[in-house]
């Protein structure tokens, strides 16, 4: 406990064991919410894995039916419908470290970037297969611009936290 939040406790009449007994009761919440915080975290990357795997498999069809152009359009509101769930788990999250945000930060947007691959390659063999009228995607441009829409919510957030950061500073 901080020593001016000390004093001000004895200036009220506190005797140094109930001082005592409150700085251990507070720091054992701190622990008990600390390791919460990171199931909590654990469980939402399981759920942003498992989102990814499904949006991966929604895409399937997109893929093989539609064009570039509105291939991609349908990529990037799913990806950012995605992402933006990633971002409303993870930063909601107390008493995480920047290490968790960082592995987040990686991870998920690697296995994202992995699953689109797959789905698109997968789609394109379809469309061989098939001899369906449409071109071969890219899994590789289709998986950065996944990956990247994915991931822009989480961006624009954490601007949005330094400006704000700043403008309370000033």
Do not use: C
Request: charged share 15%; proline share 3%; aromatic share 10%.
């Amino acid at each position: 406990m901080k020593i001016i939040t000390k004093t001000r406790l004895q200036q009220k009449g506190w005797n140094d064991v109930d001082i005592v007994n409150a700085e251990q009761a507070l720091e054992r919440d701190l622990r008990y919410d600390v390791h919460f915080s990171k199931i909590v975290f654990w469980s939402a990357i399981i759920v942003i894995v498992f989102a990814n795997i499904v949006v991966a498999g929604v895409l399937i069809p997109f893929l093989i039916a539609l064009n570039q152009g509105v291939l991609y359009s349908a990529v990037i509101i799913l990806a950012g419908t995605v992402g933006f769930l990633y971002n409303f788990l993870i930063t909601d999250i107390g008493h995480l470290e920047r290490k968790h945000h960082v592995l987040a930060g990686i991870l998920i947007p690697i296995v994202a970037l992995g699953n689109i691959v797959v789905v698109v390659i997968f789609s394109n063999k379809v469309i061989q297969d098939a001899k369906i009228p449409n071109v071969q995607h890219d899994p590789y441009m289709i998986g950065v611009v996944f990956a990247v829409a994915f991931i822009l919510p989480y961006i624009i957030d954490r601007i949005r936290l330094m400006v704000v950061g700043r403008k309370m500073a000033a």
